[in-house]
């Protein structure tokens, strides 16, 4: 098979209710203009090579003290991006290997990310659902994108323990959706211009240990644990929590309908509070939203899993910025962070043939 296949999806940022979507509550994300693709082609030996280039990564700490001639080091892009797509390349293909009997001839796979990893802008999902499209492109399965999107949510479910559709569901269909009990809904919403900021480095200690270092690539299965627990001993503190977020998901979908950003942002804040509530504000992300906050932005909240501050506070924020732009992002630069500038509702999967 002489062909060249090449699968492309978008990143994703949670604009409301992470979390308490994983109780069945509403929440609403969003596609962004940060793509990941995985380009398949044949190869003369049998077996599945695998090459990732170029992910965007951030903190990178090195243990310069090590005695002579020890030249291990541990720094953040060999831990993370090797071990952690490599997960979810590899449970993709037995997947499909499984239910679709697809080939073992040669193959070659090449994923090239603009996603940084662990920053719960949805690497893991868009990383299966782009394997997925153009594996079953390349052996010529046949099936419509809710079949992919079913086929990347089994495989994130099986790597992680548990997964709410809403990654796997953003990097196929793009746009903008909603979920509440399980059940995805697509919105057509106006584009939004944000900022995302990255931060945190992985401890050295979590690196050298083999079972911190298998907890940090399962990050969020880990703080969605942590939630749980949270939950089981606030029983009914959680509940109000979970209706209040489920409130103002729907309140923020109205706000986007009217295009009322003072009202979205304040929003974003609220929502952000709750998310400090039950424990997945590291002190970091706490204070890139502190400071967004202070320098003007309409909004400001922890995105996705968020994070936890033993697992070196890695994690994102997304504001939406009112003016001036430049001046928060220089600030949130210098606060370390990895600044994007974001445009929302992308394409979803996008396949090429023939390039
Ligand atoms: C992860 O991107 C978002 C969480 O709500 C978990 C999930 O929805 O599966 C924390």
Not at 37 to 48: L, P, Q, T
Not at 86 to 113: P, W
Not at 141 to 146: A, H, I, W
Not at 164 to 181: F, R
Request: aromatic share 6%.
């Amino acid at each position: 098979m002489a062909k060249k296949i090449r699968a492309s999806v978008p990143a994703k940022v949670i604009l409301f209710g992470e979390h308490f979507v994983v109780y069945g509550k509403r929440a609403l994300a969003t596609a962004i203009n940060r793509r990941l693709a995985v380009a398949v082609s044949s190869r003369e030996k049998a077996g599945y090579h695998v090459k990732i280039e170029n992910i965007p990564t951030f903190g990178i700490e090195l243990d310069l003290d090590r005695k002579k001639g020890d030249k291990k080091a541990y720094p953040y892009t060999d831990f993370g991006t090797a071990t952690k797509a490599i997960a979810y390349v590899r449970e993709s293909i037995e997947y499909l290997e499984q239910t679709y009997g697809i080939g073992s001839e040669g193959v070659e796979l090449e994923i090239k990310s603009a996603i940084p990893l662990s920053a719960g802008l949805g690497s893991s999902a868009a990383t299966c659902v782009a394997t997925i499209a153009a594996l079953k492109e390349y052996f010529g399965v046949s099936g419509d994108l809710d079949a992919i999107r079913d086929d990347a949510h089994s495989v994130e479910k099986k790597v992680q323990g548990a997964a709410s559709p809403v990654d796997t569901a953003i990097s196929t269909y793009g746009g903008y959706v909603s979920v509440e009990n399980g059940k995805v809904t697509r919105l057509h919403l106006a584009e939004l211009d944000l900022i995302v900021g990255c931060v945190g480095s992985i401890p050295l200690s979590i690196c050298q240990d083999t079972k911190k270092a298998s907890e940090m690539r399962l990050k969020t299965k880990k703080i969605v644990a942590e939630v749980k627990t949270r939950k089981e001993t606030f029983t009914r503190i959680f509940d109000s929590i979970l209706n209040a977020s489920d409130e103002i998901t729907v309140q923020a979908i109205r706000a986007m309908e009217h295009t009322d950003f003072v009202k979205l942002g304040a929003l974003m804040n609220i929502n952000h509070g709750l998310l400090d509530a039950i424990g997945v504000v590291p002190r970091r992300l706490s204070e890139l939203v502190k400071m967004s906050q202070e320098l003007g932005a309409l909004g400001a909240k922890v995105t996705g899993a968020g994070g936890l501050d033993e697992l070196g506070g890695v994690g994102s924020v997304v504001v939406l910025p009112g003016e001036p732009v430049e001046r928060l992002k220089t600030a949130m630069e210098i606060a370390g962070a990895l600044v994007m500038d974001v445009k929302t509702g992308d394409a979803g999967l996008r396949i090429e043939t023939g390039f």
